[in-house]
Structure formats: structure tokens, C-alpha cells
């Protein structure tokens, strides 16, 4: 079964521009969470959608936002990047059943804002 | 006080010993504990869960679970250099909207030949 995927898998911006990322989670998952990792902060998440519904979100701006498709491909969209914004954004997905919550890892996009 | 608390290391271990790594955590209501390894430059690996009280074994590996202290460490027996990776503590959170799972700072390890 193939792994999960994430597109680009760099990315270089400037400060006020836009991105989005994109995440194809394990064929059968249908849960998929998006985490910012920089070396200062380590691993922090930014949201969770299940059935193309948002079910937690984390303590970012408002500038962080995401979506799911019916397909439960989802991307993540970052508005006016700043310089903090440079990290390693990781996607992850769940099959959710139940009890369990094992979630598994794509490669990740890294973006660098300058 | 963080959430999920890990000895940041370095911690250096001989290749064949035992390495032991250790996590704390906050939420006492947490039901779900996770180990990932994340070597230099690439994506978390999930290697155990863990649910209930007690111990889990995994080939080399054995998860430890401790509710009642809020503890939970991994075993890695017979160390091989290819140990040698930052293993971050993962634990799911319990009650509306702390449905997430929440990371620790990670333990760097690194196996000696």
C-alpha cells in the first residue's frame, strides 16, 4: 500500500506571498493532520480533518487554514507568509478506528520564506 | 509545565546495550501513547503504540506504560548504530477539541559502535 504523499517537496517563497501544500493520505485513511516542525518548537499541530470536516484545530493564526476533498486528499493553504513561517510542514493520516489512532507520516514539504 | 516532557539528550549509548528513553506527560485523562523515530532530515516513523498499563514488545523494541505515574518509555535492546535517530514521544489528548496527538521535544540518540 503506498506510503503518504506531500506536494512540492520544497518550496521557497518570499514574505507576503501565499503557498499551498498538498497531502494524499494512506488509500483508506480518512483522517489527515497537518504539523509545523522548526528546530526551536519541534513538532506542532496546526489541524485535523476527518470526512472533509475540520475536528481540531491548533494555536495558529488565522493565516494557517486547510480543507479536505471527498477523496480525503486535503491541502493547507498559508496567507502573507512571514520569515517564522520557514519549516518542515508534515502531514499525517489516520485510519481511525476504533480505539486506535496510530497515525503515519508523509515526507513533508519544506518551505523556506526570505 | 509542557505537556509532554522528553530529556532532549544527547543520549550516547554502546552498539548491543539497552537504551532507555523516557516521557512524561500532563493530561491525565490521555488513553493513547506513541513512539516515532525521525532521523536527521527525514519525515516521523511510527514503531509503537501503546494503549493500556504495562509493557508491549516489538522485536527489539519494548513500550512502557505507566498511567498512574503519567510515564511512558521505550526499550531498545541490543542498540544498533542504525538506532542512532531523535525518537519523539507522541500522546492523544482526551476530551472534546484535545482529540490531537501532542509531541515532546524528542530524545536525540546515537548508538557507539
Known amino acids: 500500500k503506498a506510503g503518504v504523499t506531500q506536494t512540492p517537496r520544497y518550496l521557497i517563497k518570499t514574505r507576503g506571498q501565499q503557498v499551498t501544500l498538498s497531502c494524499s493520505p494512506i488509500?483508506?485513511?480518512?483522517?489527515v493532520s497537518w504539523y509545523q516542525q522548526t528546530p526551536g518548537q519541534g513538532l506542532q499541530f496546526l489541524f485535523e480533518y476527518f470526512s472533509e470536516t475540520q475536528r481540531n484545530k491548533g494555536n495558529f493564526p488565522g493565516r494557517f487554514s486547510g480543507r479536505q476533498f471527498s477523496n480525503s486528499r486535503s491541502e493547507m493553504n498559508v496567507s502573507t507568509l512571514e520569515l517564522g513561517d520557514s519549516a518542515l510542514y508534515l502531514c499525517?493520516?489516520?485510519?481511525?478506528?476504533?480505539?486506535?489512532?496510530?497515525?503515519?507520516f508523509g515526507p513533508g514539504t519544506r518551505l523556506t520564506v526570505t | 509545565q509542557k505537556e509532554v516532557e522528553q530529556n532532549s539528550g544527547p543520549l550516547s549509548v554502546p552498539e548491543g546495550a539497552i537504551a532507555s528513553l523516557n516521557c512524561t506527560y500532563s493530561d491525565r485523562g490521555s488513553q493513547s501513547f506513541f513512539w516515532y523515530r525521525q532521523y536527521s532530515g527525514k519525515s516521523p516513523e511510527l514503531i509503537m503504540s501503546i494503549y493500556s498499563n504495562g509493557d508491549k514488545e516489538d522485536g527489539r523494541f519494548t513500550a512502557q506504560l505507566n498511567k498512574a505515574s503519567q510515564y511512558v518509555s521505550l526499550l531498545i535492546r541490543d542498540s544498533q548504530p542504525s538506532d542512532s535517530a531523535t525518537y519523539l514521544c507522541?500522546?492523544?489528548?482526551f476530551g472534546k477539541g484535545a482529540q490531537k496527538l501532542v509531541f515532546g521535544q524528542g530524545t536525540r540518540l546515537t548508538i557507539n559502535p
Open positions: 507522541a500522546v492523544k489528548g
Open positions: 488509500s483508506g485513511h480518512r483522517s
Open positions: 499525517a493520516s489516520s485510519f481511525l478506528t476504533s480505539g486506535t489512532y496510530e497515525q503515519y
